[in-house]
């Protein structure tokens, strides 16, 4: 059962100046509340005239997207105790974007609720007035964010796959809101692909989960499911950008509890030259970007390497995707290993949520800006090592954080709450827009660096497509306030502010010079 605590009169003034209408629930910071007749939307920011800046914050105290704009100055302050240096002259990795997951959960989830207010939830991610998604995955069948296990082809057997089917999942829950995002933006959605399991027959145990990888019989099969699924979507309007071969390859050498297929790194090198990569050419998808591992960085570089050091694997694959679950315990170091590696390939982060290894009964945690924190220092990290992007994990959970069949809740940036016909925008929603919605896909990462001893702040910083505005973002993990100073000119501009203990601030900049 939700407690909402009731707000003090503080909290107005927070919610007239942005938009949000705040509650206060077990977490030590507000969600945004939601429903059929309102939700706060940022709507379209743009970079001030050269000179001048504007600052986005968003903070544990209460500020969602909060705007102000002001003069730049031509020097840093004596006092200041956080400077970031921008280097325009270093341009490194080209961003693809920000987004989530299609999960079977997230359709299940927004269909609880008024038309009025679903499309809330879809104007809140993808439109211009939104926080603009524009990289987004689609399971490939099922996963555990599903209400039961399934393939699209469950008749034992059919190597042919005549019985291949979309099924009621995506048509009611993924396909629809799909065709709404693509309808909304205002910039191209990259869709990608990811399968869970193979049809359990195809498999050497004969179940969705468990232990075991393909029969190897089944290689071509396989393969040609691939090419039946990008068909089928596409021709339902969702056209494929990328696929990952396999969603986390290396469960499948446990005994996993949901969908799942064991992959070595030798068996996808061999089963890629030999079927994926011929079967998608021989299709006309040789243009899809085809993106290997999909699992922890704990595997890199050697999982990656063993494929692409293959020359005859190599030339069909486009780059590595990575999830985020065992970064507490594997350095960034590895991304830059890889890029030296094969830098002509990139790198993007394609899960990530949080909760997933809390207790049951704090899976989820309505207002909490922890998660919100750890959403943005993993991205700035990431990015910082070559990531291209980052991809959320669900769009929308219920108040448990599901459903989910295996009974593997998590957290996620929106909650539904069916009872009262509502939905909440958690931190890490927020967190994920301090991105998603300002740095523009086609732009660039550039230099950033933080001045010594400001252990508590990290900041990242990119150049649009033309090259007209820089954006910075800057996480403040710190519980006291700072002032920052940005080098946004090269010694001859500077954004001059104080930035909120726990805080996430975006600034607009026109890039000078240009």
Not at 363 to 374: C, F, H, K, N, T
Request: proline share 6%; with cysteine.
């Amino acid at each position: 059962m939700l407690l909402p605590i009731l707000l003090a009169a503080s909290w107005a003034a927070v919610a007239s100046a942005t938009d949000c209408v705040p509650r206060m629930f077990e977490g030590d910071s507000v969600v945004c509340v939601c429903d059929s007749d309102f939700c706060d939307l940022p709507g379209q920011i743009s970079a001030p005239e050269l000179g001048s800046n504007t600052r986005i914050t968003s903070s544990k105290d209460g500020l969602r997207f909060a705007v102000e704009t002001s003069l730049n100055e031509v020097s840093a302050p004596d006092g200041a105790t956080v400077v970031v240096n921008l280097d325009h002259t270093l341009e490194y990795q080209t961003i693809f974007g920000f987004g989530g997951a299609f999960t079977d959960s997230t359709g299940f989830n927004i269909q609880k609720l008024p038309a009025e207010a679903q499309d809330w939830i879809m104007k809140s991610y993808f439109s211009p007035d939104g926080i603009e998604y524009s990289v987004c995955r689609i399971p490939i069948a099922g996963s555990d964010f599903s209400t039961r296990p399934y393939s699209y082809d469950d008749v034992e057997g059919d190597v042919d796959l005549a019985y291949f089917n979309l099924t009621m999942e995506d048509y009611e829950y993924k396909l629809p809101y799909i065709r709404r995002a693509i309808e909304l933006a205002s910039r191209e959605l990259l869709l990608f692909g990811s399968p869970w399991a193979p049809p359990a027959w195809m498999k050497v145990n004969g179940m969705l989960n468990g232990t075991g990888g393909l029969l190897p019989e089944m290689w071509q099969p396989w393969a040609d499911y691939f090419v039946r699924f990008v068909q089928a979507y596409e021709a339902e309007g969702a056209p494929i950008w990328g696929l990952t071969p396999q969603n986390e390859p290396l469960t499948g050498f446990e005994d996993w509890a949901w969908n799942t297929c064991a992959w070595s790194a030798e068996d996808m090198r061999d089963w890629i030259k030999s079927n994926l990569g011929p079967t998608l050419e021989a299709a006309d998808m040789g243009h899809i970007k085809l993106m290997v591992l999909d699992h922890n960085r704990d595997a890199l570089p050697w999982y990656s390497q063993t494929i692409l050091e293959d020359a005859d694997a190599n030339k069909y694959v486009d780059g590595t995707a990575v999830h985020w679950y065992d970064d507490d315990n594997t350095g960034p170091e590895v991304l830059s290993e890889l890029n030296d590696l094969f830098p002509d390939k990139f790198q993007l982060y394609t899960e990530s949520c949080d909760g997933w290894d809390a207790p049951l009964d704090q899976r989820v945690i309505l207002g909490d800006w922890y998660r919100a924190e750890s959403y943005a220092s993993n991205i700035i990290e990431d990015i910082n090592h070559w990531s291209t992007g980052w991809v959320d994990w669900n769009m929308a959970l219920d108040t448990t954080g599901g459903p989910n069949w295996a009974n593997n809740f998590v957290d996620s940036p929106i909650i539904v709450n069916e009872a009262d016909q509502e939905f909440y925008k958690q931190p890490m929603f927020y967190a994920m827009g301090h991105f998603s919605k300002f740095i523009e896909p086609g732009g660039h990462y550039i230099s950033t660096t933080v001045s010594e001893g400001s252990d508590r702040v990290m900041a990242a910083g990119f150049h649009s497509g033309d090259h007209t505005t820089s954006t910075v973002v800057i996480l403040n993990m710190g519980e006291s306030e700072e002032s920052v100073s940005v080098d946004v000119g090269s010694g001859l501009e500077f954004v001059n502010f104080a930035m909120p203990g726990k805080s996430i601030v975006t600034i607009l900049v026109p890039t000078p010079g240009v």
